[in-house]
């Protein structure tokens, strides 16, 4: 089992800037690869970013490469996804999931609850 509990979401004006943290406890994997998704309502879930568990390898999505960024801290089992420039389309609720996988909701084996983001413009 793997727990995943996100933090550090909240109202940011557009253009700023929000760090979200995602902490690992359990039986975590080197394999595992920690994504981050999203959720705006009436939306599909959608993948932001990922980052390999074993070596750092990160991955970006199109749509927020150059202003989000990913990395870990594996002493503190804590994974982090750093966002500037934020838009309004960067709003919604953000979820860090594990899996074996990058970027496929339905290959995730455990999923934290969630954390909002709310972008003001």
């Known amino acids: 089992q793997v727990q995943l509990v996100e933090s550090g979401g909240g109202l940011v004006q557009a253009g700023g800037s929000l760090r979200l943290s995602c902490a690992a406890s359990?039986?975590?994997?080197?394999?595992?690869?920690i994504n981050w998704f999203r959720q705006a309502p009436g939306k599909e879930r959608e993948f932001v970013g990922a980052?390999?568990?074993?070596?750092?390898?990160?991955y970006t999505a199109d749509s927020v490469k150059g202003r989000f960024t990913i990395s870990r801290d594996n002493a503190k089992n804590l994974v982090y996804l750093q966002m500037n420039s934020l838009k309004s389309e960067d709003a919604a609720d953000y979820y860090c999931?594990?899996?074996?996988?990058?970027?496929?909701?339905?290959?995730?084996?455990?999923w934290g609850k969630g954390t909002l983001v709310t972008v003001s413009s």
């Open positions: 999931a594990v899996g074996y996988v990058v970027g496929n909701v339905n290959g995730m084996a455990y």
């Open positions: 359990g039986r975590i994997s080197r394999n595992y690869v």
């Open positions: 980052i390999t568990w074993s070596d750092g390898r990160t």
